[in-house]
């Protein structure tokens, strides 16, 4: 099962950009890389997803590196909300498989 | 409105005790999952289901069961609950079994065992 690796904890500074890296090297070619957050209290949200190019939403900026071996989650403007768990998984989009591994994720700080 | 709903969100129960925890979607959706929490080591997937009468083991599994009869449930089910299995379960639907979907989670249920 392909898996992520990803920083126990980053820090960043209220009306900031936050870059959140996720390395998934052993990502086949039937994998989409999704990102989700957990606000304190709640069940993980989504965040966004993308198969090889770089995608835009309204919530955050996702890169993903040319080789597909590596990805970023950039937000733009940190803002206190943004303080949470966030994390960076692979599904496979072939239908073999439902499994998914979450890892424990990088929960990030935001300083007023 | 679209949501996955768990219950119970709270449960105190003894060693040994059967329970069932239910979850239930309204949007549809063919994939299912469930999901352990535990401080240290993250989420962890329990059991998952691609459609109607299609489970399989997630990565960890033991202990547990899960059933598909129909397509807005997927209860889990405690036979015989150990104290290791106290923890935070959540469980999660999307539309499509494949990767191109967002999972939706629920709020969690808290289960404590004596």
């Known amino acids: 099962d392909a898996k992520t690796t990803q920083p126990n904890s980053m820090e960043s500074n209220e009306e900031e950009p936050v870059h959140l890296p996720c390395n998934h090297s052993?990502?086949?070619?039937?994998?989409?890389i999704h990102w989700y957050r957990q606000l304190p209290s709640q069940g993980p949200e989504y965040v966004i997803h993308g198969l090889t190019s770089n995608v835009n939403n309204r919530m955050a900026s996702l890169a993903i590196a040319e080789d597909r071996k590596s990805s970023t989650l950039i937000l733009h403007r940190a803002t206190l909300r943004d303080a949470a768990v966030y994390y960076c998984i692979l599904r496979d989009v072939s239908g073999n498989t439902g499994k998914l591994i979450f890892g424990q994720g990088t929960t990030l700080q935001v300083k007023p | 409105e679209a949501q996955v709903t768990q219950n119970p969100r709270y449960l105190i129960t003894v060693t040994g005790k059967k329970l069932t925890v239910t979850c239930s979607q309204n949007?549809?959706?063919?994939?299912m999952s469930w999901y352990r929490q535990d401080p240290g080591l993250g989420l962890r997937q329990i059991y998952y289901?691609?459609?109607?009468?299609?489970?399989d083991k997630g990565d960890v599994p033991e202990g547990y069961k899960v059933s598909r009869k129909e397509k807005r449930n997927f209860p889990l089910i405690l036979e015989s609950p150990s104290p290791n299995q106290t923890s935070l379960y959540f469980c999660a639907s999307s539309l499509s079994s494949v990767g191109t979907g967002e999972l939706f989670f629920g709020e969690g249920s808290r289960l404590t065992v004596l």
């Open positions: 949007m549809n959706h063919e994939y």
């Open positions: 289901s691609m459609n109607v009468e299609v489970t």
């Open positions: 052993t990502i086949s070619g039937t994998d989409y």
